[in-house]
């Protein structure tokens, strides 16, 4: 077999994608979603997905949330990065703590077949993704540290709008 002449760089574009993740607690416990196509189909993983244009991180996983699940929720920060490299592309998952604060969830149909929460011991269960895992039971036993929104940040100084130009720390 011939070696490619050209550099691996130049076969193909680059893929940079941002994805967010929705890590949701509530009284019931970790809010989880069984995958219905994909690398993890039949797996129990946090809803998530790609950011769309025009949207902050923030916005983008509570729209997730909602169209994955019917749940409504508050982020209270961000609490973890994972950052990929598969080949030529990249992939920046930023998972973000959130609260519940309407509705029951359910399947959407389409992306995954059932919604639940999840309590601590339910987690252990062979088809949830181990990252989903990792991230629910530091956040059911109160473990998980975030980055929160500065809401006393100076925008109006800053020329910024806090709508579309978003800090936490």
């Known amino acids: 077999m011939e070696p490619d002449p050209k550099p691996r760089w130049h076969r193909a574009s680059p893929r940079n994608v941002t994805s967010v993740g929705a890590v949701v607690v509530g009284p019931d416990g970790l809010l989880l979603v069984k995958m219905a196509y994909g690398s993890t189909k039949g797996q129990w993983m946090l809803p998530g997905g790609i950011v769309d244009p025009g949207e902050t991180l923030d916005t983008a996983v509570v729209r997730e949330v909602r169209e994955e699940t019917g749940v409504d929720a508050a982020v209270v920060g961000v ?91």
């Open 79 to 169: 609490c973890g990065v994972r950052t990929r490299n598969d080949d030529f592309d990249n992939d920046t998952y930023v998972m973000f703590l959130l609260t519940p604060t309407g509705g029951e969830p359910v399947s959407d149909g389409y992306e995954n077949t059932e919604a639940r929460y999840f309590s601590l011991a339910d987690l252990d269960a062979d088809d949830v993704t181990e990252l989903s895992r990792s991230m629910g039971k530091m956040a059911l036993l109160g473990a998980l540290k975030t980055l929160e929104f500065a809401a006393d940040y100076d925008w109006i100084r800053s020329g910024r709008d806090p709508k579309t130009w978003r800090l936490f720390r």
